[in-house]
């Protein structure tokens, strides 16, 4: 409720003052998560690996007001923080496809992950499978990117992908996101936009 609240009230805000900004990062400097245009979905993924190499993945997916539409993660176990990143950005995939987000943006903070799907660098052997799971899938999208963007724009998928380490099973939330990620969404629903280097 609280979520569907901030979400409209985002919305609304938006409509009366509307940004010109077209990059995550504005005239004063500032970093920001921008939503897509109308008609089209915003895929933020995220991995997290702890001290004992535990992993988990996490994704959101919004529409162009910012409400959530979908947001999931899952304990991965023991691997490294690419393999988590792209089981996150494979999932959220996965669930864009399901709920037929055919014309969708992706933003992810790893930059090698992008560029390895972008095809501007090779994937290193660990990820190989899943760059080309993620490159299949992404043919059956009608329209999709992927950008590269700062940790500061990224925050609610790294806050989802945090809740992952706390179940055995994967949690899926449908038009909602769990009550510990209302501050990072808060954030980019009414912040004009954090310095590099904030932490939430």
């Known amino acids: ?5 901030a979400a409209a009230a ?5 409509a009366h003052n509307p940004s010109h900004m077209k990059s995550f ?3 004063y400097g500032l970093i920001r998560w921008l939503p897509p245009s109308e008609n089209k979905f915003k895929l933020n993924f995220d991995g997290s690996v702890k001290h004992d190499r535990m992993a988990a993945a996490g994704f959101v997916i919004r529409n162009h007001a910012g409400s959530p539409v979908v947001a999931g993660t899952r304990k991965i176990g023991s691997t490294t923080v690419l393999v988590a990143e792209c089981s996150a950005l494979k999932d959220g995939l996965l669930h864009a496809l399901h709920l037929n987000c055919s014309k969708i943006l992706v933003d992810g903070d790893s930059k ?3 560029d390895c799907v972008n095809k501007i660098s090779d994937p290193p052997w660990k990820i190989c499978s899943l760059v080309r799971d993620i490159q299949g899938i992404s043919s059956m999208f009608e329209e999709i990117s992927f ?3 700062p940790r500061e724009a990224n925050f609610v998928a790294d806050a ?9 099973d994967a949690i899926i939330w449908r038009d909602k996101l769990p009550l510990s990620a209302c501050s990072a969404f808060n954030l980019d629903q009414f912040s004009f936009g ?3 280097g904030f932490v939430l």
């Open 1 to 5: 409720m609280v979520v569907h609240a």
């Open 10 to 14: 985002g919305n609304s805000y938006r």
């Open 25 to 27: 990062v504005n005239n």
């Open 112 to 114: 090698l992950v992008i």
């Open 147 to 149: 950008s590269h963007i």
């Open 160 to 168: 989802i992908a945090s809740l992952g380490h706390q179940s055995s």
């Open 194 to 196: 954090v310095v590099r």
